[in-house]
């Protein structure tokens, strides 16, 4: 079945230590998305990829970077996580061009714990 | 003025009832509607989407969308226990990402 896909589902890291989030897509989608989403909050946008275009949100702390080596894969890496980027991480992709849809699809999620 | 709102709830309901979700935006350019549900601990996943005013309906959920007012509302028929979960309604303009609200926590009681 077409699907996102993040890996791993559960990551535990040391305050300051970097760790690298992954998302993949059988979809085909040409939009890929990143969101932090804390407990009882909206999912909130960091960046997105429109193709190879790489857009970031005004007020995503330059502690996170992105990149999407092809259009099935996209990583999340946070350089020097903070107790506060402790959240569930978000991946979802979307067929831009469908008409007044472009409905998104998000995977399950990777929950990040800092120590 | 927030870009989309939602009351936070709890919003609860007896089993069988009619549940329903609100939901307004400030953009009146918005095109598309989405309403996401949300299980504790899990990842938004679809219910169903709208951009023409008026009424949508897919099995017992029914979406509807008045521009005029900048509101759009999800109806859930014969609630469930296991639609107990959070409701998030998005929104969107153009090529430009998801606006979401921050849900409405919805409790069906059996």
């Known amino acids: 079945d077409a699907m996102v896909i993040q890996n791993p589902r559960y990551q535990v890291t040391q305050f300051g230590k970097p760790v690298t989030l992954s998302c993949s897509q059988t979809?085909?989608?040409?939009?890929m998305y990143w969101y932090q989403q804390k407990s009882s909050q909206a999912p909130k946008l960091l960046f997105h990829?429109?193709?190879?275009?790489?857009?970031n949100e005004a007020d995503t702390p330059d502690n996170f970077q992105s990149r999407r080596p092809n259009t099935s894969f996209c990583f999340l890496d946070i350089r020097s996580p903070g107790l506060g980027d402790a959240a569930m991480y978000l991946c979802?992709?979307?067929?831009?061009?469908?008409?007044?849809?472009?409905?998104?699809?998000f995977g399950p999620g990777t929950r990040l714990t800092v120590l | 003025q927030k870009e989309v709102e939602q009351n936070s709830g709890p919003l609860s309901v007896p089993e069988g009832a009619i549940a329903s979700l609100n939901c307004t935006y400030s953009?009146?350019?918005?095109?598309?509607f989405f309403w996401y549900r949300q299980y504790s601990g899990k990842s938004p996943e679809l219910i169903m989407f709208?951009?023409?005013?008026g009424d949508k309906e897919d099995g017992r959920f029914t979406a509807q969308l008045n521009k005029a007012s900048q509101y759009v509302s999800l109806l859930i028929r014969d609630s469930q226990p296991s639609d107990s979960a959070t409701y998030l309604c998005?929104?969107?303009?153009?090529?430009?990402?998801?606006?979401f609200g921050k849900g409405t926590r919805l409790s069906v009681i059996a």
């Open positions: 979802a992709t979307s067929r831009v061009g469908q008409l007044l849809t472009d409905t998104q699809y």
């Open positions: 979809l085909n989608h040409n939009v």
């Open positions: 990829y429109y193709d190879k275009d790489f857009n």
């Open positions: 953009d009146r350019g918005s095109q598309s």
């Open positions: 709208i951009y023409s005013n």
């Open positions: 998005a929104v969107i303009k153009g090529n430009t990402p998801l606006v």
